[in-house]
């Protein structure tokens, strides 16, 4: 075979695969001869049809099989043995192809467009600038956490007088002229909360009453959205709950009240493990560092993003083939309209900017991404999942059971590799360029992702 490459600017380039019959000819045979002993034809045997006839039947489109795969192996391995840095995936050439005739050629010559990635250096230094928006932790921020532990970790006890926020419990019976309806509907293990009344005057009914009272009221007006509550309430369908008018009396049975947790040694243990924490003082302190965590996490991603912005405009001038890249683009996504495209461009090509800038980044700097790398990002993950579940100090080895999970999917698999390797990318940025740390708020820092939008 014989490959030779014609380079037409900087961007494109053209390959053309030289074929003869002894490149193929062997493999061809061999297949034929396969066929022939699998070939089913009536009346020959399996195995005995001539080989003439199966030469005949498959001949021309077992060759033609033949010479693709033999053009596309040794097309990628000339571009893999040559390094060169191709864009897309190589198209049959349009211009210069001359036509191909399997029935009667035995020698063939085969064009391929090829779409060059431009030749560029990276050079990263003090003098970009990025800017880092430092998140300061405020006391209001640390004080909502000790109260989502307290409330999150509190108990339910039984009371004797009802609040609006208490779980009322009891028996429901219809009433009818003032008195229980023997035919009407009855709940024996009805529960209601005051403060979800929507009825003022029906709240009041419940507050301040007490456990052993019968309370009448009339439940068509103390809920809210009567259809769906009083079908949940009465445990029928909302066609049943609009013909609920009647008054009912309900007797209260019970009165649970939930308690926040105080802030002690019982509450630090049940967050963070038993004696990890040891004072008010200690628990305060652990919160503000993983506030500091989740906020400094935010902060790099933001940084993440503005070095990526950075770094693409520092090289928008490198120069795209890009009438090969629109018609590689529309032929390898079938839902792609030229419109969309011609529209879409313009972020297509900063996304292909930011690749081959990390590219080079990863690969002048030693990047790789080890598997321990991928096993702790997954746990990390997995830590934060728990955490959102306030499931604060689990055991190492239930995360790192769930990690383990999670790697087995592909898809998340994949993923997390790009995301380690776009981490270690963004930290080399960070190390090299010039940081204009900005403090703000959380609040402020918001509001940057609401301005990008």
Same mark, same amino acid.
């Given at each position: 075979?014989?490959?030779?490459?014609?380079?037409?600017?900087?961007?494109?380039?053209?390959?053309?695969?030289?074929?003869?019959?002894?490149?193929?000819?062997?493999?061809?045979?061999? $297949?034929?001869?396969?066929?022939?002993?699998?070939?089913?034809?009536?009346?020959?045997?399996? %195995?005995?049809?001539?080989?003439?006839?199966?030469?005949?039947?498959?001949?021309?489109?077992?060759?033609?099989?033949?010479?693709?795969?033999?053009?596309?192996?040794?097309?990628?391995?000339?571009?893999?043995?040559?390094?060169?840095?191709?864009?897309? &995936?190589?198209?049959?050439?349009?211009?210069? $192809?001359?036509?191909?005739?399997?029935?009667?050629?035995?020698?063939? &010559?085969?064009?391929?467009?090829?779409?060059?990635?431009?030749?560029?250096?990276?050079?990263?230094?003090?003098?970009?600038?990025?800017?880092?928006? $430092?998140?300061?932790? +405020?006391?209001?921020?640390?004080?909502?956490?000790?109260?989502?532990?307290?409330?999150?970790? %509190?108990?339910?006890?039984?009371?004797?007088?009802?609040?609006?926020?208490?779980?009322?419990?009891?028996?429901?019976?219809?009433?009818?002229?003032?008195?229980?309806?023997?035919?009407?509907?009855?709940?024996?293990?009805?529960?209601?909360?005051?403060?979800?009344l929507k009825n003022d005057e029906q709240k009041a009914l419940f507050v301040g009453a007490a456990? %052993?009272?019968?309370?009448?009221?009339?439940?068509?007006?103390?809920?809210?959205?009567?259809?769906?509550?009083?079908? +949940?309430?009465?445990?029928?369908?909302?066609?049943?709950?609009?013909?609920?008018?009647?008054?009912?009396?309900?007797?209260?049975?019970?009165?649970?009240?939930?308690?926040?947790?105080?802030?002690? $040694?019982?509450?630090?243990?049940?967050?963070?493990?038993?004696?990890?924490?040891?004072?008010?003082?200690?628990?305060?302190?652990?919160?503000?560092?993983?506030?500091?965590?989740?906020?400094?996490?935010?902060?790099?991603?933001?940084?993440?993003?503005?070095?990526?912005?950075?770094?693409?405009?520092?090289?928008?001038?490198?120069?795209?083939?890009?009438?090969?890249?629109?018609?590689?683009?529309? +032929?390898?996504?079938?839902?792609?309209?030229?419109?969309?495209? &011609?529209?879409?461009?313009?972020?297509?090509?900063?996304?292909?900017?930011?690749?081959?800038?990390?590219?080079?980044? %990863?690969?002048?700097?030693?990047?790789?991404?080890?598997?321990?790398?991928?096993?702790?990002?997954?746990?990390?993950?997995?830590?934060?999942?728990?955490?959102?579940?306030?499931?604060?100090?689990?055991?190492?080895?239930?995360?790192?059971?769930?990690?383990?999970?999670?790697?087995?999917?592909?898809?998340?698999?994949?993923?997390?590799?790009?995301?380690?390797?776009?981490?270690?990318?963004?930290?080399?940025?960070?190390?090299?360029?010039?940081?204009?740390?900005?403090?703000?708020?959380?609040? &402020?820092?918001?509001?940057?992702?609401?301005?990008?939008?």
């Amino acid at each position: 075979m014989n490959i030779v490459r014609k380079d037409l600017d900087k961007n494109n380039a053209i390959i053309t695969v030289g074929v003869e019959k002894a490149d193929y000819a062997e493999a061809v045979e061999k $297949q034929l001869r396969d066929y022939r002993k699998k070939a089913n034809i009536p009346g020959f045997r399996p %195995g005995n049809v001539p080989i003439g006839l199966v030469k005949k039947m498959f001949g021309k489109q077992v060759q033609a099989d033949e010479i693709n795969k033999l053009i596309s192996d040794h097309l990628y391995n000339y571009i893999s043995e040559n390094k060169i840095q191709i864009l897309g &995936e190589p198209l049959p050439n349009i211009t210069e $192809q001359a036509e191909i005739d399997f029935e009667h050629q035995e020698n063939f &010559e085969f064009k391929f467009d090829l779409g060059l990635a431009p030749e560029f250096d990276v050079e990263i230094s003090s003098k970009d600038k990025v800017p880092y928006y $430092q998140i300061a932790v +405020s006391d209001e921020m640390v004080q909502n956490q000790v109260k989502s532990y307290t409330g999150r970790y %509190g108990k339910y006890e039984q009371e004797e007088t009802v609040e609006e926020k208490d779980m009322v419990k009891g028996e429901v019976l219809e009433l009818k002229d003032g008195k229980v309806n023997e035919d009407g509907r009855k709940l024996s293990d009805a529960v209601l909360t005051p403060a979800y009344l929507k009825n003022d005057e029906q709240k009041a009914l419940f507050v301040g009453a007490a456990k %052993g009272a019968t309370i009448v009221f009339n439940p068509a007006k103390a809920f809210d959205n009567e259809a769906v509550e009083l079908a +949940s309430f009465f445990k029928i369908s909302k066609e049943e709950a609009n013909d609920i008018d009647a008054d009912f009396q309900f007797k209260i049975e019970g009165i649970t009240r939930y308690y926040d947790s105080e802030v002690n $040694q019982e509450l630090f243990d049940k967050v963070y493990g038993e004696g990890v924490v040891n004072s008010e003082e200690e628990f305060i302190e652990k919160i503000k560092t993983s506030i500091k965590e989740t906020l400094d996490a935010d902060s790099d991603y933001k940084f993440g993003i503005d070095a990526r912005e950075v770094l693409v405009e520092k090289y928008k001038g490198l120069s795209f083939p890009d009438e090969f890249l629109k018609r590689w683009l529309l +032929s390898s996504n079938k839902n792609l309209t030229q419109e969309a495209l &011609e529209e879409d461009y313009p972020k297509m090509i900063e996304s292909l900017i930011w690749q081959l800038v990390s590219d080079k980044i %990863g690969k002048a700097n030693d990047v790789n991404v080890e598997t321990a790398d991928v096993e702790e990002h997954a746990k990390k993950i997995a830590r934060s999942q728990f955490a959102q579940y306030g499931m604060i100090g689990i055991d190492e080895e239930i995360i790192s059971n769930y990690a383990k999970d999670m790697l087995k999917k592909e898809d998340t698999a994949k993923g997390i590799i790009e995301r380690v390797a776009e981490e270690k990318i963004i930290a080399v940025v960070k190390e090299k360029v010039k940081l204009e740390v900005k403090n703000t708020t959380v609040e &402020e820092f918001n509001k940057l992702f609401e301005t990008a939008k």
